[in-house]
């Protein structure tokens, strides 16, 4: 079939209601594929945020609280806290023993060296264990408890639990249990609140914690002897803080994460063979445990009468050294290992996005310097007194004025154009009407203005009936919603005075600015497509001609095989085709024309899904010039790459952004995160005042830059998203037709828009 041809549309078609209410009903699978994507995508942002204990309240909550509901047998006890039928009883180590125990790991480059000092000295530790860190270090939990070191809970995200609800406490002992189990198969007795050191720690506050994991059958570990490591106070410090007094046992406390160990990695070995040579055993909590349980039984045995039998709880256990730990039963196993996938995941994923974000944030502000560069060379360069695109252009044009359904505006369309200060015929092309458009233009009465009547076959197919009945060489096409400026064709068809000039893009503006939605799209038109086509300009890869305002050489048009059906953007087709057939594509600033934008979201969300779905397609028909010579392969290889990078990657990956500010100010640092946006909204509000500079408009409407940053562009953004999808999928996009409101009046010369 010949592409001049008119191909029988079914997009008019009117759907019976059910069948619309069904089709409404019923989602269509690539949104659902777009909605599970950015469901995954918050999914694993939230998990990867909490994994990393950065969502606040990770620091001691209170250091005054008062203990006196706290008993003094605890208070003045021992450092293995554990409670007997409610009964609180306390445990100390036994003399010359030391338990050494680690706070804050794993971690996959200090705790991996502590195992390895703790191998070569042959002796145990006690690890408490931050349930987020398990998760991402699951290997070095499995090597610590394969070692025959003991592991205890550390909470999930190092947070104080004395001041948090009730079903915190349990849902952070609960997870790190989760871990635990998916890294090494087990579950633990142990517990060691973070922000606590010796007994006195205990307060009114988080007492009531302590009962409550007691009688879960949690033994709380606090410490006799703390080598304040943390302080990097230098190693003869740490092992000479780390040292009991008097032969006395001790729970000592080192760190194996949270910061540089590197002191702590010199001062344990050394600690190490200074209490061996004093003597000192070294064991685990529960090791220690089970000296003292079995210290105080045989001195209960010895003073019982003779042949009295010893109690089950006198009794040792064949494997003191691990007896905190407890196989993981299937359920809890299973769930940790899922648990240990999700992060897996969230751990390649979330830098992965990172790295993404770096390169768009690149190229964002790649592309704002290169667009204010480019675009002041391009307003000296056509601004100079010595300009000129070669002799003027006098000749009568043709003006292309495809309508379906355009009552509302037709008229305000056709008086715009019957002022125009150069010489022109009107071609109105009815695309199978059924509101009385043609009637309407006829009865205005206009000189030069014909009116072609066709069956309803397309914007495209109305074009082309319209470029053949034209009977000059210059045709101008335009939407039937747009209205012209007095000398808005005069100065559009002015580059043809260049005989390599083949289609000239106008300045189309958005009349319709009064409200909301039309503001943030004035800000668009101005700043991302005008500013733009100055760059393209000067670059000489000009992607599109916009519809609602374009020149053409007649002869140009027809020998590309004229406005294509292949693709729903048919005005990009056009343009690349141009390109690719020699000719050059160029901007004429000053050539204004005023179009009624999309009024409500949904209108908007139609039609730049189908701006961005046609931009694909007509890449992908011309994607053959990325290999060519020629004109053709200039294109190819310089207007393609941008169009791609700037209108389809940068933007696709753009919400990461947004999406990583808002990350940033729940998980690591508010005020930093916020002031990095405003600095990056800061570039774009320059950008944008330089773009409302050159085109002389109002200032005051950037004052809606802002709200457009948070909400009109994410719209944008889930359009192209959408798109992106559809295309994925091998979906098929119709032509979505637009309701007008006729709302865009006729202009008067010099003044705008009424």
């Known amino acids: ?345 969230a751990e390649w994923t979330v830098p992965g996005l990172a790295a993404v974000l770096a390169v768009v944030g690149v190229a964002v502000l790649g592309r704002f310097a290169m667009m204010l560069v480019l675009a002041r060379r391009h307003y000296r360069q056509r601004n100079r007194r010595r300009f000129s695109w070669g002799p003027s252009v006098t000749a009568p044009v043709s003006v292309i004025v495809p309508a379906y359904n355009e009552k509302e505006c037709i008229a305000n369309t056709l008086n715009s154009l019957a002022a125009s200060t150069h010489p022109i015929e009107i071609v109105v092309v009815d695309d199978g009407s059924t509101d009385g458009t043609a009637e309407i233009a006829e009865s205005l009465g206009l000189p030069n203005v014909r009116v072609i009547r066709q069956p309803n076959a397309g914007k495209p197919a109305a074009l082309n009936n319209g470029v053949r009945h034209a009977r000059y060489d210059i045709v101008v096409m335009m939407d039937g919603d747009t209205v012209f400026e007095p000398d808005t064709v005069q100065r559009l068809v002015q580059p043809f005075g260049d005989p390599g000039v083949g289609a000239v893009a106008g300045n189309a503006k958005v009349g319709n600015r009064s409200t909301v939605i039309g503001a943030w799209q004035h800000i668009e038109y101005v700043m991302g497509f005008n500013l733009d086509r100055r760059m393209y300009d000067l670059l000489r890869c000009m992607p599109t001609i916009p519809g609602a305002i374009g020149a053409f050489r007649r002869d140009a048009v027809l020998a590309v095989g004229g406005m294509s059906e292949d693709t729903l953007a048919e005005d990009t087709d056009i343009t690349i085709a141009l390109h690719r057939a020699g000719w050059r594509v160029v901007y004429a600033e000053h050539a204004r024309a005023w179009t009624e934008a999309p009024a409500s979201l949904g209108q908007l969300w139609r039609q730049r899904y189908r701006w961005s779905y046609g931009t694909m397609q007509a890449l992908w028909k011309h994607r053959r010039s990325v290999t060519d010579r020629g004109p053709s392969g200039r294109f190819g290889r310089v207007g393609m790459p941008l169009v791609v990078l700037f209108q389809i990657v940068t933007p696709v990956f753009a919400p990461l952004i947004d999406v990583f500010t808002v990350y940033a100010m729940i998980f690591v640092d508010f005020k930093a995160s916020l002031l990095a946006w405003l600095a990056v909204l800061l570039v774009q509000l320059v950008c944008a005042a330089y773009a409302f500079r050159l085109d002389r408009e109002r200032y005051r409407y950037l004052l809606m830059l802002p709200l457009q940053q948070i909400a009109y562009r994410q719209l944008m953004y889930l359009v192209l998203i959408h798109s992106c999808v559809t295309a994925a999928t091998g979906g098929r996009l119709r032509w979505q037709k637009l309701k007008r409101t006729g709302e865009v009046g006729s202009p008067a010369p010099g003044t705008g828009v009424r």
């Open 1 to 345: 079939m010949n592409r001049n041809q008119v191909r029988p549309q079914r997009r008019h078609a009117t759907p019976s209601r059910i069948e619309r209410v069904r089709r409404q009903a019923v989602p269509k699978p690539r949104v659902i594929i777009a909605l599970l994507l950015l469901l995954g995508l918050v999914s694993v942002m939230l998990l990867d945020g909490y994994l990393r204990a950065e969502v606040g309240n990770d620091q001691r909550v209170r250091s005054d609280a008062s203990a006196n509901k706290v008993p003094d047998s605890v208070l003045d006890g021992g450092p293995f806290l554990s409670f007997q039928g409610g009964t609180a009883r306390t445990r100390s180590v036994p003399d010359k023993t030391i338990v050494l125990t680690f706070d804050d790991g794993p971690d996959p480059e200090w705790t991996q060296k502590v195992l390895d000092i703790l191998d070569d000295n042959d002796v145990p530790g006690t690890f408490f264990l931050v349930g987020s860190m398990i998760s991402r270090y699951p290997d070095v939990v499995r090597r610590m408890v394969d070692d025959g070191n003991e592991v205890g809970v550390h909470t999930f995200t190092h947070v104080d639990l004395s001041y948090q609800s009730a079903a915190r406490v349990t849902r952070e002992i609960a997870q790190t249990q989760l871990a635990l189990a998916g890294a090494a198969g087990i579950t633990t007795t142990l517990f060691r609140a973070p922000y606590s050191s010796t007994n006195d720690a205990i307060d009114n506050y988080s007492w009531p914690v302590y009962k409550k994991l007691g009688a879960m059958g949690y033994t709380s570990v606090f410490i006799d002897t703390d080598s304040e490591d943390w302080q990097q106070p230098g190693v003869s410090k740490i092992i000479e803080w780390a040292t009991p007094k008097s032969g006395k046992g001790a729970s000592v406390l080192f760190h194996d994460a949270g910061g540089n160990r590197a002191q702590t990695l010199e001062a344990l070995p050394r600690y190490i063979k200074k209490m061996k040579a004093k003597g000192y055993t070294f064991t685990t909590v529960s090791g220690a445990q089970q000296q003292a349980q079995g210290q105080q039984a045989q001195g209960q045995q010895a003073q019982a009468p003779q042949g009295t039998p010893a109690t089950a709880g006198d009794t040792w256990q064949s494997n003191p050294e691990q007896a905190a730990h407890r196989t993981a039963d299937t359920a809890t196993l299973w769930e940790g290992r899922a648990l240990l996938g999700a992060v897996a995941v």
